[in-house]
């Protein structure tokens, strides 16, 4: 296949990113429930490494990670770019060897994922001699319960962006 299917694809791929950087803009950050934001970010590279694999899922999830470190406040510089590859490389690899690329994997992959990215979080404040870890703990938990249905957004776009554009390289 010619190189303009292989930039076509990621093309659309970052526009639907941009699209779902909207959502999280416009919609998600102004809903609050028990003062909890829901977030959208860390289930992005999970879902396009699933449906990618374990070459170009954890590339998506580099360069989203950088984009995500340029526009968001995370516990220290980097943060976003060293979790979403690390997220990308384990969701990669368990809808390679453990659950097929379908809707319910999905959800389990996304709620790993933002399990993964929250854990993290908590884990350097406390590291760094953040107080409060029990609060800590469950702000993250509920963060991710609510930001888990963010996914049946991203699922399906995704989904049709992968089949829609399938290119061997």
């Known amino acids: ?24 803009s416009l919609v998600l ?15 992005l590279p999970a879902v396009a490494a699933m449906y990618e694999g374990s070459r170009k899922g954890p590339v998506f999830a580099l360069v989203l990670g950088l984009v995500c470190d340029l526009l968001l406040y995370g516990p220290f510089e980097g943060f976003f770019t060293i979790a979403f590859v690390i997220t990308a490389l384990l969701a990669s690899r368990i809808a390679e060897n453990l659950l097929s690329p379908g809707f319910f994997s999905g959800l389990f992959i996304s709620f790993g994922a933002l399990l ?6 908590v884990f350097i404040q406390i590291c760094t001699g953040g107080a409060h870890v029990r609060l800590m703990a469950w702000t993250a938990l509920a963060e991710s319960v ?24």
């Open 146 to 169: 609510l930001s888990l249905p963010a996914a049946v957004l991203v699922l399906p776009l995704y989904r049709a962006i992968h089949r829609r554009c399938a290119v061997d390289y």
């Open 1 to 24: 296949m010619p190189k303009s299917y292989v930039a076509f694809k990621w093309a659309v791929y970052a526009l639907a990113t941009l699209f779902l950087f909207a959502v999280q």
């Open 29 to 43: 950050n102004h809903i609050r429930v028990l003062g909890v934001t829901p977030f959208l970010y860390p289930i």
């Open 116 to 121: 993964l990215t929250s854990g993290l979080r």
